[in-house]
């Protein structure tokens, strides 16, 4: 069965960091492209940034470049999200799947980013 766990959200001020990680069982990470998503409230999800396990190539939403990076551990089959900088527009519930989101959406993890 596939799960994902996203981890690591919580509430900062704006300026301030959080580490998302995303645990993804009973689906092998290191053959597909991974990434992390965000669904604001009263808005669709979005896609944030990912990156091709196979070589490590990442992508990066415009209104986050700069401030996130992702990466991943494929040993551990997770998939990390540095956030810095962070602003208030950046509240939203996180949440992390194959590029293509074709796998079961995990509950996600809140991140509320205050002004």
């Known amino acids: 069965e596939v799960q994902l766990v996203e981890s690591g959200g919580g509430l900062v001020q704006a300026g301030g960091s959080l580490r998302l990680s995303c645990l993804l069982s009973g689906f092998t990470i290191d053959r597909y492209t991974i990434g992390w998503f965000r669904q604001a409230p009263g808005k669709g999800r979005e896609g944030v940034s990912c990156?091709?396990?196979?070589?490590?190539?990442?992508w990066y939403a415009d209104s986050v470049r700069g401030r996130l990076t992702i990466s991943r551990d494929n040993a551990k089959n997770t998939v990390y999200l540095q956030m810095n900088s962070l602003k208030p527009e950046d509240t939203a519930i996180y949440y992390c799947?194959?590029?293509?989101?074709?796998?079961?959406w995990g509950q996600g993890t809140q991140v509320t980013v205050s002004s």
């Open positions: 990156i091709t396990t196979s070589d490590g190539t990442t």
């Open positions: 799947n194959r590029r293509s989101g074709s796998l079961p």
